[in-house]
């Protein structure tokens, strides 16, 4: 097989570095030998059009500010589409690259890769999200022209894909079985953590009870991620069951951000929540991690979120932190017996559970070391990263 020269990245939902995925993956391909460049929307604290880090070299574009419309978010992608081809043309007449690596959303990265097909370029669709099922759920379900353009859109992405990136074998299934794809042209690359990157904290974990326990909860905040309930927890916890020792710290942006912050005011329980934002710093981020004592994931059940790896709760794992999470068949994949999990939905479930895990301070070290141990035995990145290159030398030039 021929080696690939050089690997073009395109990614519209984040910039770079700070996209965890993209930037371990395109990591992953620089150190097996192949060219490296990114297209990507500039972003708060990386607003440099061109720049090389680590030696791949990155192209990044104007975004378009989305107010969580669904015109805006149209007008987002169409933004980013133009930029997209416009930097593809110019980075193709300087140095041509044989493969086009598409990080959805937005699912219409195909119609640039299907321009290079003619001059020999191959396409690798990595499938990051669920484009339909996670419009349904940020919009609650909703029916019409805008669903099927997603659905349509998507099927041209795998049906135009030399091969496929799925984040885990639900995904994998789901296409499977949705578009008909041959399972040897699917290649599962988790969203696990590098062990280099992340210190082994959870032997920090103290036996004796504390006085403040640190809840955290790190990522996004939109419809779809839940954050509401911990807000709720967080009232059942101090206004009917009299746990007033906490101390809450929500890590991350998003569209529901106000509604959060507003809701936390309107349950009296604003006093115990600090919110930092996004944080482009990964040692601070990393910190905020090692000092939590127990860790939440609130992601609500729905049709995106039973099928998703969470890269937060692989992240608190590989910090070694007790976690309490909802049920989801994917967390639990992820999490086996390492967390304490409860029915989707179930509030005082995860009230209750974090109480547990409050009075019982061996256990949230127990619980800590077993997903340490989980994450060093194989769900990291050193392990996930093997078959990105496996995929990569699957293709034939």
């Given at each position: 097989?021929?080696?690939?020269?050089?690997?073009?990245?395109?990614?519209?939902?984040?910039?770079?570095?700070?996209?965890?995925?993209?930037?371990?993956?395109?990591?992953?391909?620089?150190?097996?030998?192949?060219?490296?460049?990114?297209i990507?929307?500039?972003?708060?604290?990386f607003r440099?059009?061109?720049?090389?880090?680590?030696?791949?070299?990155?192209?990044?574009?104007?975004?378009?500010?989305n107010?969580?419309?669904?015109?805006?978010?149209i007008?987002?992608?169409?933004?980013?589409?133009?930029?997209?081809?416009?930097?593809s043309?110019?980075?193709?007449?300087?140095?041509?690259?044989?493969?086009?690596?598409?990080?959805?959303?937005?699912?219409?990265?195909?119609?640039i890769?299907?321009?290079?097909?003619?001059?020999?370029?191959?396409?690798?669709?990595d499938?990051?999200?669920?484009?339909?099922?996670?419009?349904?759920?940020?919009?609650?379900?909703?029916?019409?022209?805008l669903?099927a353009?997603?659905?349509?859109?998507?099927?041209?992405?795998?049906?135009?894909?030399?091969?496929?990136i799925?984040?885990?074998?639900?995904?994998?299934?789901?296409i499977?079985?949705?578009?008909?794809?041959?399972?040897?042209?699917?290649?599962?690359?988790?969203?696990?953590?590098?062990?280099?990157?992340?210190?082994?904290?959870?032997?920090?974990?103290?036996?004796?009870?504390?006085?403040?326990?640190?809840?955290?909860?790190?990522?996004?905040?939109?419809?779809?991620?839940?954050?509401?309930?911990f807000?709720?927890?967080?009232?059942i916890?101090?206004?009917?069951?009299?746990?007033?020792?906490?101390?809450?710290?929500?890590?991350?942006?998003?569209?529901?951000?106000?509604?959060?912050?507003n809701?936390?005011?309107?349950?009296?329980?604003?006093?115990y929540?600090?919110?930092?934002g996004?944080?482009?710093?990964?040692?601070?981020?990393?910190?905020?991690?090692?000092?939590?004592?127990?860790?939440?994931?609130?992601?609500?059940?729905?049709?995106?979120?039973?099928?998703?790896?969470?890269?937060?709760?692989?992240?608190?794992?590989?910090?070694?932190?007790?976690?309490?999470?909802?049920?989801?068949?994917?967390?639990?994949?992820?999490?086996?017996e390492?967390?304490?999990?409860?029915?989707?939905?179930?509030?005082m479930?995860?009230?209750?559970?974090?109480?547990?895990?409050?009075?019982?301070?061996?256990?949230?070290?127990?619980?800590?070391?077993?997903?340490?141990?989980?994450?060093?035995?194989?769900?990291?990145w050193?392990?996930?990263?093997?078959?990105?290159?496996?995929?990569?030398?699957?293709?034939?030039?």
């Amino acid at each position: 097989m021929q080696k690939i020269a050089h690997i073009l990245f395109i990614v519209e939902n984040n910039t770079v570095p700070p996209d965890i995925r993209v930037w371990r993956e395109a990591k992953a391909a620089r150190d097996a030998g192949f060219q490296v460049t990114i297209i990507a929307p500039a972003a708060d604290k990386f607003r440099t059009r061109h720049e090389i880090i680590e030696g791949i070299e990155i192209y990044r574009h104007p975004g378009y500010e989305n107010h969580n419309l669904k015109h805006s978010q149209i007008l987002e992608y169409v933004n980013a589409f133009f930029w997209e081809f416009y930097l593809s043309l110019r980075i193709f007449a300087g140095k041509p690259f044989q493969l086009i690596h598409a990080a959805n959303p937005p699912d219409n990265i195909f119609l640039i890769a299907l321009i290079y097909k003619v001059f020999g370029s191959k396409f690798i669709f990595d499938h990051h999200d669920l484009a339909p099922e996670l419009y349904r759920a940020k919009y609650k379900n909703p029916k019409g022209i805008l669903v099927a353009a997603l659905n349509l859109l998507e099927k041209f992405s795998c049906k135009v894909a030399d091969v496929i990136i799925a984040t885990n074998h639900s995904f994998k299934n789901h296409i499977i079985h949705k578009y008909k794809i041959a399972a040897d042209q699917i290649y599962v690359v988790r969203n696990d953590p590098e062990l280099n990157t992340i210190q082994n904290s959870f032997i920090q974990n103290s036996f004796s009870n504390k006085h403040i326990y640190n809840l955290l909860y790190v990522g996004a905040i939109n419809t779809q991620d839940g954050v509401d309930s911990f807000i709720k927890v967080v009232d059942i916890l101090v206004n009917r069951m009299g746990k007033h020792n906490l101390s809450c710290r929500i890590v991350g942006d998003g569209d529901c951000l106000e509604k959060v912050k507003n809701l936390a005011t309107d349950l009296k329980v604003e006093k115990y929540f600090e919110f930092t934002g996004y944080i482009y710093d990964r040692d601070l981020l990393k910190s905020y991690i090692n000092e939590a004592d127990i860790c939440l994931e609130t992601a609500p059940e729905n049709e995106c979120n039973r099928r998703s790896t969470f890269i937060k709760v692989m992240e608190y794992m590989a910090m070694g932190k007790p976690i309490v999470a909802f049920d989801l068949p994917e967390t639990r994949v992820s999490v086996g017996e390492t967390a304490i999990l409860v029915p989707a939905g179930d509030l005082m479930g995860l009230a209750t559970s974090v109480v547990r895990l409050m009075d019982n301070p061996r256990l949230r070290t127990e619980l800590g070391a077993l997903a340490r141990k989980r994450i060093e035995s194989g769900l990291n990145w050193e392990t996930a990263k093997k078959e990105l290159v496996r995929a990569y030398h699957s293709i034939s030039f």
